[in-house]
């Protein structure tokens, strides 16, 4: 990486001092960092294998990315709102969703991820490449039509950045001076497109065109990024002025479980990355530090294994919903056409239960 | 009674509509001080300011996912698009999202937000100016589709789908702006959903919406001075459908003819053929046919009169149903 990319943790684990004084974390803080990055990585790992036994309909690992996942959503407060993309397991574990609905989205059994996008601070799981900075950017605009403090955050990868909808949305927050943070996690690849052929810029540097502060940050070093994007959400807090951050990371998983990275990718890709895994750097620096013992990691640990098998008692064998879902929120309420579709198919649901 | 036009009713309708609900905001290219080409917004942002009636960007996507983002900050955003060929870039933002945000929050997340879509032919403008893309619209469940054809219903169906919870793409006939209508401005008018019967009539219905409304009556008259009494129905919300009216009037006559500007492949007359073969099969007297664009590229403006259902393609069209 390029020399103006913050760290501040090396890959040995090794932290500079001042820099990382300078975040003002806690010791606690600082362990809670770690915590979330490992509840990520068991979740992330059991979800892979619940998709291989079936019990997800397809899942997109975000193995590797953990740093920059929970780095960003600590720096959040709150009242904070997100727009996540669909690989964001992590800030869905730092912000306390129910991962078990949010996994619903995975398996099938309905759309969006959460139940309560406005309520929860965390607005659905978006899969057009893209598309959800714009709501990002919209949400900003009106709190801080409210004369409210709140920050938007919105995620999207290297691929996103080459969609005309993500130059839009930073466009409109420059020009609007909107409250928000816009968080690129470039891991390199969309789905088999090396990054390289996304773009033949730099992604942080496209923030000077909108008129805001662009920054590089190693995305596997949780504190680096949690001190960039604390600075951005800050920023955007105080002085209504939005930020781009790119967290250079890795996918170390396929894009999807449906996808065979074997195809555009060898282990000699993989391997330089592998050395740099965001959990053992951290797991270094706090054992180096003193901050955490061997009660503590265990603790961590079983802590992760409990969460998935959380995930995976409220996945496995979950029914369908009811049928009548099917038309149940499409509007406030249901006009005559959409109400004659739907007796038509519980008619046809009920006769099949009879039968 | 006083007279207006249409684009007098409509600025009329955002006006009271900002002065009643301060959660509604307006947005779009040039709707702040030029007022919007077609000047629906005229003195809004000098009476609202510029924080509730404000210029964007030139981006119609971003036009339309900033306004979704606006209403899950509590706001009710009327945005404008300023030409329907315009709207397309901000397609997957409105079938993607704004469409689906309810169904896809288990109806948690209302998205009460209108998108003016000045459209239609016959003012002699540019390539891009003139196009009748109301079926992408209607064919995407999630979005109410409203088409006023006068002032009047255009001041009380703007009223309503700014209240409305859900998204409605607004259709302003841009050819009937100037149009005019004595009446008293009032939102006590229909709800959303509700076709109405223009002119009363026995032999046969002619279906239209937008702009064709007022052909279709130019044509019943003129059928009238021949002794045909002639049914116009407005549909004025194609989503959703008043199948009612529609049964109840084509059961009436036995004879239909759907008159819109759209091209005929797949246009929105196809779903209301559909809709009376179910509905009215028993009743019908002759085949129903549609007159509409043709399945061309929207022409230049000099060959437009060739393009749009004239009174004589309406006139041709009412005799073949009634001979048959």
Known sequence: MADETVRILAPDG???????????????????????????????????????????????????????????????????????????????????????????????????????????GFGLISVPVGSQPLHATG???????????????????????????????????????APVVFFCQNNHWAISVPFEKQTAGRIFRKAEGYGFPGVRVDGNDVLAVYGVTKEAVERARNEHQPTLIEAVTYRMGPHSTADDASRYRTTDDTAPWEALDPIARYRTFLEVEGLADQPFFLEVEAEGKDLAATVRAGIQGAPPRPVQDLFRWIFADVPPHLARQRDEVLGLAEEADDA | MPEMTMAQALNRALRDALSSDDRVLILGEDVGKLGGVFRITDGLQAEFGEERVFDTPLAESAIAGVSLGLTQAGWKPVCEMQFEAFSYPALDEVISHIAKYRYRSKGTTSVPMVMRIPFGGGIGAAEHHSESPETYYAHTAGLKVVVPSSPMDAYNLLIRSIQDPD???????????????????????????????????????????????????????????????????????????????????????????????????????????????????????????????????????????HYLPSMNRIMLAMDKVLSH
């Open chain 1, 14 to 120: 090794q932290a500079d001092k001042e820099a990382r004084k300078q975040l003002g974390l806690e010791d606690e803080h600082l362990r809670e960092l770690f915590r979330h990055m490992v509840l990520t990585r068991h979740v992330d790992l059991e979800c892979t294998a619940l998709q291989r036994q079936g019990e997800l309909a397809v899942y997109p690992p975000a193995i590797g990315q953990e740093a920059a996942q929970v780095g960003s959503a600590t720096a959040l407060a709150d009242g904070d709102m997100v727009y996540p993309s669909y690989r964001e397991v992590g800030v869905a574990v730092v912000r306390g969703l129910d991962i078990v609905e949010y996994m619903h989205f995975h398996r099938g059994t309905w759309h969006g991820g959460v139940n309560d996008p406005v309520g929860s």
């Open chain 1, 139 to 177: 949400h900003a605009m009106g709190t801080k039509l409210d004369g409210k403090d709140t920050v938007t955050i919105t995620y999207f990868g290297d691929g996103a950045t080459s969609q005309g909808d993500v130059h839009e949305a930073m466009n409109f927050a420059g020009v609007f001076g």
């Open chain 2, 167 to 305: 998204p409605v793409i607004f259709f302003e006939p841009k050819s009937r702006y100037w149009s005019k209508e004595d009446g008293e401005l009032s939102a006590d008018g229909d709800p959303i959903g509700r076709a109405r019967v223009v002119t009363p009539g026995e032999h046969v219905t002619l279906i239209a919406w937008g702009a064709m409304v007022a052909r279709c009556r130019e044509a019943a008259e003129a059928a009238g001075e021949d002794g045909v009494d002639v049914e116009v129905l407005d549909l004025r919300s194609l989503v959703p459908l008043d199948l009612e009216a529609l049964a109840a009037s084509v059961q009436k006559t036995g004879r239909a003819v759907v008159v819109h500007e759209a091209p005929m492949t797949a246009g929105f007359g196809a779903e209301i053929v559909a809709r009376i073969m179910e509905e009215c099969f028993d009743h019908l007297e002759a085949p129903v046919l549609r007159v509409t664009g043709y399945d061309t590229p929207y022409p230049p403006a000099t060959l437009e009169e």
